[in-house]
């Protein structure tokens, strides 16, 4: 049987998702409550960074020692990819020897082809085009504070990155609205706005799309690879800077959120995070939870939980 990947959130059905954000939820609990839930004992998960990482390396490195099995830490510093080895061919010795891999990295087609050669399956810890493990902790957030995000409306603030190619997708997959603000030029990656149709609106102006949205998202305005656009950015996003007079204009019960890191005083107010509105935290969490029970889903069923 060939291994299942998790590159988008596209390759999951609906009710997969669905599932996923409620076991994430259970697993949770069972951390809260200290019982101990290894089903993963003795796998061991390949963590290949190519971008640097907090919340990702510690909650796939802590989730598969929370779940009883290993993960091993690579950095281009550490693997034979970092001096030209072809990623088919490490994609091929690995698989062999792990059980699933998580790969962090710049283009997609890195993903795409290490997946294509890999017996195991291969996780995207973030590309240029996607996150969608960050995508499962923000929809799991928002199930938690507020139920069902199925026919809610949902602003993405800011830069058309692969953040906001990922709630493109999730607004497929879990059925919500997405109003998307960000300045001419950066809208997000036309495929996936063709992807989105009719659910997905691009506008420029930022308080239009807060306006009524019951969750309201950004990222910071440069990424990983754009250090060089940074002055450019800080003058043409300063309009689309989140603020609580901003969410004063979405639903009353709108929730805020923000993968991190954030960088106060640019894409959100300074005190933004500590307004109550804000979920922030609980989203970095649930990344710890959410992608435990991705891994659960992925490893497990090829041999017996242990109990």
């Given amino acids: 049987m060939s291994a299942r990947h998790f590159l988008s959130l596209m390759d999951c059905t609906p009710q997969e998702l669905f599932a996923l954000i409620r076991r994430g939820i259970e697993l949770k609990d069972l951390r809260n409550r200290g019982v101990p839930f290894e089903p993963l004992k003795s796998r061991v998960l390949g963590m290949i ?32 990819l970092g001096r030209g080895e072809p990623i088919s061919d490490t994609a091929i010795v690995m698989s062999r020897m792990l059980d699933a891999v998580m790969i962090r990295t710049f283009a997609h087609s890195t993903l795409t082809e290490f997946a294509a050669n890999s017996r195991v399956p291969v996780i995207n810890g973030l590309s240029d085009d996607l996150h969608p493990c960050q995508l499962l902790a923000d929809m799991q957030t928002f199930h938690e504070h507020r139920g069902s995000i199925q026919g809610k409306t949902v602003a993405w603030v800011g830069d058309g990155n692969n953040m906001c190619n990922s709630y493109i997708e999730a607004a497929l997959q879990f059925d919500f609205r997405l109003k998307v603000a960000c ?82 005083g640019e894409e959100i107010s300074e005190d933004l995070l500590d307004d109550p509105r804000s979920a922030a935290w609980d989203q970095a969490e649930n990344r710890l939870h959410a992608q435990k029970a991705l891994l659960e889903m992925l490893i497990a069923p090829s041999q017996p939980h242990a109990n």
Avoid at 63 to 75: D, H, R, V, Y
């Fill in 49 to 80: 960074f190519e971008k640097a990482s907090t919340r990702t390396r510690l909650s796939f490195e802590a989730g598969m020692i929370q779940l009883g099995g290993q993960a091993i830490f690579l950095s281009p510093r550490d693997t034979q």
């Fill in 183 to 264: 300045p001419e030029g950066f809208e997000p990656n036309p495929k996936f706005v063709a992807l989105g149709g009719d659910r997905v609106e691009i506008m420029r102006d930022p308080r239009e799309a807060v306006a009524g949205a019951h969750l309201v998202s950004t990222d910071v305005w440069t990424s990983m690879g754009q250090e060089h656009e940074t002055a450019t950015r800080l003058s043409l996003f300063k309009p689309y800077q989140v603020t609580r007079e901003m969410l004063d204009l979405a639903a009353k019960d709108v929730l805020f959120m923000h993968c991190l890191p954030a960088h106060r």
